[in-house]
């Protein structure tokens, strides 16, 4: 869910994966490993305050329907 929610909201953004994780001072690589693993806090929180959503937002099933 988090990872196909920032997927839509980059696309929407017109931006890659690969410059939010710049924008937001991520790894480069990081976001993706979010499909398998589990990210901290902190970073989940970064890239909501990139795109002003809430974090609930990000890992809500509902945002990749909307």
Do not use: H
């Not at 920032?6 to 017109?14: D, E, M, R």
């Not at 931006?15 to 589990?38: D, F, H, Y």
């Not at 901290?40 to 990749?64: P, R, T, W």
């Amino acid at each position: 869910m988090l990872y196909q929610n920032i997927v839509v909201l980059c696309k929407g953004k017109g931006i890659s994966i690969s410059k939010l994780e710049k924008e937001t001072g991520l790894g480069n690589g990081t976001v993706g490993r979010w499909e398998k693993s589990s990210p901290s806090v902190e970073n989940v929180k970064k890239v909501a305050d990139y795109f002003q959503v809430s974090v609930d937002y990000l890992i809500s099933q509902s945002a990749v329907q909307s």
